[in-house]
């Protein structure tokens, strides 16, 4: 029998407070950089609150981290082996937009990443939470329209793309069913 998986956002929860102390930031601070309320960040850090896709951005940002690492911090175990059934998968509670570690959690400089995108669903993320890595995209299932700064990207089952530099993003899923995709990131 599988022992159940872990709480991501307990261990969210804690790494960023850990950044947020280690930076020696009060909750005002972090509130000024990110543009997220002092409030919300506070109900993060106690587990009263599981923070969005878009929120998570903006704090990783503000850490001058990209929002992969800060996943990645939260997650890290050593390990070398990473089993479907223990893969850390966070689920956005605004969205519906489902993030699940494949790689081992163990810090390396490469990640992958599967990204269900429900249909209907954008997510947004400012320039910050693409810093500091290289990205590659990679469509499994259905059509993700992927907006870089002024370009547009149609893509379908199977296309791949690598990122550019840093700029603001959006992921959407303007069709009827689940976009199911890979993001390869490999650190700077």
Wanted: hydrophobic letters at 40%; aromatic letters at 6%; glycine letters at 8%.
């Amino acid at each position: 029998m599988n022992s159940p998986l872990p709480d991501p956002s307990i261990a969210i929860a804690s790494r960023l407070r850990i950044e947020r102390e280690a930076r020696g930031w009060s909750l005002g601070d972090l509130a000024e950089k990110s543009g997220v309320s002092k409030a919300m960040i506070s109900k993060i850090e106690r587990c009263e609150a599981s923070p969005t896709a878009t929120i998570l951005g903006r704090l990783s940002g503000a850490f001058g981290l990209q929002l992969s690492m800060l996943l990645a911090l939260a997650e890290r175990t050593g390990e070398r082996l990473s089993r479907a059934q223990t893969q850390s998968v966070w689920v956005d509670p605004e969205t519906g937009y489902e993030r699940r570690v494949i790689s081992p959690r163990n810090g390396t400089m490469l990640e992958l990443v599967q990204v269900t995108l429900p249909a209907g669903v954008r997510v947004e993320y400012p320039a910050s939470a693409f810093a500091f890595q290289h990205q590659q995209i990679w469509v499994l299932d259905g059509t993700l329209t992927f907006e870089e700064g002024e370009a547009t990207h149609v893509l379908a089952q199977g296309d791949c793309l690598q990122l550019g530099l840093p700029t603001a993003c959006a992921f959407h899923n303007k069709e009827d069913t689940a976009c199911v995709y890979v993001v390869a990131l490999i650190r700077r």
